[in-house]
């Protein structure tokens, strides 16, 4: 059975930082590309930030391009989220999701293509 687990969320001021980890079982984790998501309250979910299998390819969402930095060890199954600069509207839960499909560049964006989720943790941030 699958399972990933996010950790490391909470409240912190605008301009501080958190780190997100998120850790995965019951599957080869260096066959999946990885990617972070968040949904604001009232919002769909959005992408964040994604990591290739190797770790050598990254893309991040225009709004967290230079704040945020995603990365990935696969000898301890779990990948991070970074997160500095913090700004109220980061404020949202933010889940890990991975997907074992060698799809092209333009689907790693999209919510739908991933086949596993975690539950989520919540990130406040107070302005």
């Known amino acids: 059975q699958v399972q990933l687990l996010e950790t490391g969320g909470g409240l912190v001021q605008a301009g501080g930082s958190l780190r997100l980890s998120c850790a995965a079982s019951?599957?080869?984790?260096?066959?999946?590309?990885l990617g972070w998501f968040r949904q604001r309250l009232g919002k769909e979910r959005e992408f964040v930030a994604v990591?290739?299998?190797?770790?050598?390819?990254?893309y991040y969402a225009d709004s967290v391009k230079g704040r945020f930095t995603i990365s990935r060890d696969n000898t301890k199954n779990t990948v991070t989220l970074q997160m500095n600069n913090l700004k109220a509207e980061d404020t949202a839960v933010y889940f890990c999701a991975a997907d074992g499909d060698g799809r092209p560049v333009t689907y790693w964006f999209r919510t739908d293509q991933y086949d596993y989720w975690g539950q989520g943790t919540q990130v406040t941030v107070s302005s």
């Open positions: 019951g599957l080869t984790f260096s066959s999946y590309r």
């Open positions: 990591i290739n299998q190797s770790g050598r390819v990254t």
